[in-house]
């Protein structure tokens, strides 16, 4: 494997190719998508496995312009928190070419001036097809094909229906068949969530037949897992034995968020220098992992404390529908019925929190269980 450049623990997305590890094949993918000129491209994965990281290292790579809107940045589900973020980056792909800025000033109620693009929310506010119209016929103009991402794309649900509400099916689909010289590529961590959206295969979606393509980004597995963190520990100068490495991967499995966040740890203890106990920091790290990913669930938790406690009980790994509804109903001392064990087991499918398998369910994320069963024990004590 190619030496990376840079440290392969740093918590923040990777930008480069040259940073990225042990993603050939889907780089290889989304290039030949957007050398195809793709109409559609969706890139699915569960969380911390590395999506965003591909597609920012893939896109600068490809030495051209495009428009990254991360929707995690979306203060609120309105178009005022959307058009904030798309304005930060139509300001960061300016300085790419004067015509783009030809383009926008052409659009009502958008503004060009020396401190850049901004857009007015008066009575004169511009429609988001009118701004993707302008960025299409520059790139028309500049003769390339223009990657527009919406990064955890699940998020544009919130949008869709009501009153005075934006439904980004229909945006989407306008841009598919009349913007040719761009392309859509949505990043979901919500897997189920996003493909209901959408809705391909639905004959009610504006989106319904429409082709696209697909970019699954998996986990690693034990051997890359094992590289990642031997070429993590081997840039910072750390000696780390196998037993250590074994450990961790057991433990994390081979989603590399959460090998890098226990890499970043690893390292700012072992330079503290005053002795490290490899248990007690792999149980450590491992807890602050938990802690986090807690937080992460409380929305969920929101919803139902039954989703939370069937991710609970997946913490001894697998188990079958019958072992689930016993231990459930055990926990909660309630009979739950199977009509309501199904949609409750289908939306933790479909937010990508637990998969189907050929005997059972288990959890994606080693920590999810974990971070459950934290929940419900502060909850309930």
Known sequence: MTPLLGD?????????????FDREAELE???NALRRKSRMVLVLGVRRVGKTSLLKAGLNSMKTPYVFLDLRALASYDDKSLYSILVDELNRVMPFGKRLLEQLKKVKGVSVGV???SISFAKDKPGLVSIFRALDRWASQEKFCLPVVFDEAQELRFFQGGRRRFDFRRFLAYSYDNLQNITLILSGSEVGLLLRLLGFDDPKSPLFGRHYERIV????DRAGAYEFLRLGFE????EVGEEVLRQVVERLDGIIGWLAHFGAEAVREYRRGSGVNIIELIQEIESKAVALCASELEEVAKRSTLYIAILAELKDGEKKWSELKSALEKRLKRV???PQLANLLNTLSQLSLIEKTASGYRALDPLVPEAA?????????
């Open 8 to 20: 392969p623990f740093s918590q923040a997305p990777k930008t480069s190719i040259e940073s990225l």
């Open 29 to 31: 993918a989304l290039k």
């Open 115 to 117: 401190e850049g693009v």
């Open 217 to 220: 980004v998996e986990r690693l």
């Open 235 to 238: 840039h910072h100068g750390i």
């Open 336 to 338: 739950v019925s199977n």
């Open 373 to 381: 069963e934290l929940l419900l024990s502060r909850r309930w004590r």
